[in-house]
């Protein structure tokens, strides 16, 4: 029995990070980005038959009522809501402190729960509502940063959001942010992976005690980095008996942060967790941070850059010339 207890303790202490909060966060987390019809299946497939706890989705990627599907229909099968960690993010076009609890309704809705366990400003720009992809002149507006957090600290103080975070934030932005909170961001998301390190907001975190979580860790899709057929990756995969796949997911987690690998296929959802039992050697682990040309999947050019008229004129602007 004692036994028992302290094994399930070992696991568990793999499985889930500590916040600042004193909440645990899911090591893996399933994501949903360009998951489309298909995230309802996924979400339940994941939490159902492949154990995940851990749900990442956003207001921009048009699946939340897809995800809420997946959500109450693992919940049925036995599930308790309160072992899921659900992450959803504000658009840029709510980061106004009017907005931010019309946002936050909306994701609830949407996603049927009565509550987040992580609400994230995903983007640190204001857009208009209806902006252009990339932004028309005007459509980047003035953003009340201070106010937002307020906002999203009420949420807290509520229940209606167990933690509050952000995404994609720089050194200069974070430092702010620290200048003015009253509740810590717990979490930030930032894109991490061994094509695109970003060391220096790891390090920033790690020393203000945010958790970090890392996205795209396999590298994106469509048009990213093909860091699975990666030679170092290929290699390290075929030496430890694992796939591409687990060995970047585990390298996330040896790195201190949560992983949120998205897929809508069953067999890489399975796949994707399976990073417990087991370490990467630290000889090759270091040959993972070693591969070269550091690079963003998502530089936010597409999303943001107006090279003719407003405040983002380049991707150096969107990342305050820290890269
Ligand atoms: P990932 O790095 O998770 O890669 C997803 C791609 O890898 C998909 O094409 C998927 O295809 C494929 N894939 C998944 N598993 C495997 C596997 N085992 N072997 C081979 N290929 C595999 O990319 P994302 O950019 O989607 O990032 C993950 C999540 O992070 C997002 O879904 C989102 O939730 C979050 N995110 C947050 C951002 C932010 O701004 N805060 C920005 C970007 C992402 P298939 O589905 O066909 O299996
Ligand atoms: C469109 C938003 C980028 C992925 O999180």
Redesign the pocket.
């Known amino acids: 029995m004692a036994q028992a207890v302290v094994t399930s303790q070992v696991q568990d202490a793999e499985r889930y990070f500590t916040l600042v909060s004193g909440h645990r966060i899911p090591a893996v987390g399933l994501?949903?980005?360009?998951?489309g019809s298909r995230a309802n299946e996924s979400v339940f497939n994941a939490l159902v038959e492949a154990g995940y706890r851990h749900i990442?989705?956003?207001a921009e990627?048009g699946v939340h009522e897809e995800v809420g599907f997946g959500l109450q229909a693992a919940i049925k099968t036995g599930i308790r809501r309160e072992d899921i960690f659900v992450t959803t993010?504000l658009w840029c076009s709510d980061l106004s402190p009017n907005r931010v609890r019309i946002g936050l309704n909306n994701a609830l809705q949407e996603l049927q729960v009565d509550y987040l366990d992580l609400l994230?400003i995903?983007?640190p720009f204001h857009l208009k509502e209806g902006a252009s992809r990339p932004p028309k002149e005007g459509e980047v507006l003035d953003l009340d940063m201070e106010g937002v957090w307020r906002e999203m600290e009420k949420l807290v103080k509520e229940n209606l959001v167990r933690d509050i975070g952000i995404?994609?934030f720089t050194l200069k932005k974070l430092d702010n942010l620290l200048s003015f909170a009253q509740t810590m961001p717990s979490v930030c998301?930032m894109?991490m992976?061994p094509g695109w390190r970003n060391d220096k907001m790891l390090e920033a975190c790690k020393k203000n005690g945010i958790h970090v979580t890392a996205?795209?860790?396999?590298?994106?899709?469509?048009g990213?980095r093909d860091l699975?057929h990666n030679e170092t990756v290929e290699r390290i995969a075929k030496k430890l008996n694992k796939?591409?796949?687990q060995i970047l997911v585990k390298w996330a987690l040896q790195r201190g942060t949560s992983a949120?690998?998205?897929?809508?296929?069953k067999e890489?959802i399975k796949?994707?967790i399976g990073v417990f039992g087991w370490e990467i050697p630290v000889e090759d682990f270091q040959a993972l941070c070693r591969i070269p040309t550091q690079k963003r999947?998502?530089s936010g050019e597409e999303l943001f850059v107006n090279k003719e008229a407003g405040p983002l004129r380049s991707v150096a602007d969107v990342w305050d010339h820290e890269d």
Request: charge should be neutral; glycine fraction near 10%; aromatic fraction near 10%.
């Open positions: 994501g949903t980005w360009r998951s990442d989705t956003a990627y993010k994230l995903h983007w995404s994609n998301q894109e992976h996205y795209s860790p396999l590298g994106s899709s469509e990213g699975i796939t591409p796949g949120i690998p998205k897929s809508t296929h890489r796949e994707n999947v998502l």
